[in-house]
Nanobody, 115 residues
Framework: QVQLVESGGGLVQPGGSLRLSCAASVRVDSINVMGWYRQAPGKQREPVAGITTGGGANYADSVKGRFSISRDNAKNTVYLQMNSLKPEDTAVYYC?????????WGQGTQVTVSS
């Protein structure tokens, strides 16, 4: 069983930045894929970014060039650096971990982009 705890969400103005953290209860270098999904009100949960043990990263088209995912094996933590935030980025962001697709989820952290 893998436990994931997110932090770093909050309220930010358009154009601002936030960094989300996801702390895992196991060594993150033992997890093939980790990353982030998000769910806006009234919408389905959608993938945002993922990173493999080899360091390969993938991003949704809507966040390419603005978001960056990274992992710190020493801290068992995965990060999502979000820059140039837009109102449409407002959502609950969920960390996931799994072998190929998400097997474990965090509780979610709210990100609100508003002036």
């Amino acid at each position: 069983q893998v436990q994931l705890v997110e932090s770093g969400g909050g309220l930010v103005q358009p154009g601002g930045s936030l960094r989300l953290s996801c702390a895992a209860s196991v060594r993150v270098d033992s997890i093939n894929v980790m990353g982030w999904y998000r769910q806006a009100p009234g919408k389905q949960r959608e993938p945002v970014a993922g990173i493999t043990t080899g360091g390969g990263a993938n991003y949704a088209d809507s966040v390419k060039g603005r978001f960056s995912i990274s992992r710190d094996n020493a801290k068992n933590t995965v990060y999502l650096q979000m820059n140039s935030l837009k109102p449409e980025d407002t959502a609950v962001y969920y960390c996931f971990a799994g072998a190929v697709r998400p097997d474990y989820w965090g509780q979610g952290t709210q990100v609100t982009v508003s002036s």
